[in-house]
């Protein structure tokens, strides 16, 4: 088993944080009305920092639905 240092770790962290975050926002408002700024503003994360861990809108919804899968 390989131990993550702490950059990995912080950046795991982030990733987790964000996607928590989309799941919440697809759940209260839809894909069509979630937006990457407010994905961003509610994590407190610039909008580019958040585009180091997923390439797009669509990337982010991809990765709330595998979480949401693997916890059915």
Do not use: C, P
Not at 2 to 8: E, K
Not at 29 to 58: C, N, P, R, W
């Amino acid at each position: 088993m390989t131990r993550l240092n702490f950059r990995q770790k912080v950046h795991l962290a982030r990733e987790d944080a964000i996607v928590s975050t989309v799941m919440r926002l697809l759940a209260e408002k839809g894909y069509e009305q979630m937006t990457v700024d407010e994905v961003a503003a509610d994590v407190g994360i610039a909008k580019a920092s958040l585009y180091k861990h997923f390439a797009s809108k669509e990337a982010l919804a991809a990765a709330a639905m595998e979480q949401a899968l693997g916890l059915a």
